[in-house]
């Protein structure tokens, strides 16, 4: 069984921080993950949960706000926060938290392989065989 890297499943994601709103009216701080089409489920799932971990180590203690995530198709799905009481100053530091954890597109090489991936290692012919 091949092992993946976490950090290639996050690799040049599309992604969006943005205020949403729960089923009854509550604020929403969430990211949207967008990966490119023709992609497996799997990398979309894996990118929601390694996206969720690295939201839970940040998170400080003492907040009440639960991560949770949504696929809401085989390309996009969504982290969020379901917060305590909804209110403005909690809103605020979810926010602050998710722009924080974001992760950000890695820069590609001439050679079409991202900086990311060369300094793990990674060649693109590895990447093309997953």
Aim: no cysteine; proline share 9%; hydrophobic share 35%.
């Amino acid at each position: 069984m091949a092992k993946t890297n976490p950090k290639i499943i996050l690799e040049n994601p599309t992604t969006e921080v943005s205020l949403g709103h729960a089923r009854y009216g509550t604020p929403r701080p969430q990211i949207e993950i967008r990966v490119p089409k023709g992609a497996p489920f799997r990398r979309l799932n894996a990118a929601l949960h390694t996206l969720a971990a690295e939201i839970e180590l940040a998170t400080p203690m003492g907040e009440t706000w639960v991560v949770a995530t949504d696929a809401l198709s085989d390309t996009t799905g969504i982290v969020y926060l379901e917060l305590a009481d909804g209110e403005p100053e909690e809103t605020k530091r979810g926010l602050a938290l998710l722009q924080a954890v974001r992760p950000t597109p890695t820069p590609l090489t001439p050679a079409g392989e991202s900086r990311q991936s060369r300094a793990l290692g990674v060649s693109s012919e590895y990447r093309s065989r997953r």
